[in-house]
């Protein structure tokens, strides 16, 4: 497989602790995975749509990957701790999205 991206959703209306997200979650994210393809992320507080209505999601994190068959496994590994440390932040799920990089400009 090739390269992709998880994008992580937070909806809005979250009550969501950005602090512990990036100082905590984060990095013990990028700690487990990084031996399984996870070679960076991008963590967004989103403020609105092109239009200027309220975004249907309040925190947006991309994980940029090197293959995904690698994350899955890593997964696999860390998952449940990676998950389970979500209520420690967010009051709500996230959706995940798994996406297959087709073109990098």
Known sequence: MTGGTITVLY???????M???VKSHMPMVHNNLKSYGLNGYRVTKNVGTASGAESPYAVTCALHLDDLEQFQKGMEVHGAEILGDVPNF???????????VTTVA
Do not use: C, Q, W
């Not at 967010?90 to 297959?100: A, F, M, N, R």
């Open 11 to 17: 909806p809005a209306g979250v009550t969501f602790n």
């Open 19 to 21: 602090d512990y997200y």
């Open 90 to 100: 967010s009051d709500k799920e996230p959706t995940l999205i798994i996406g297959e």
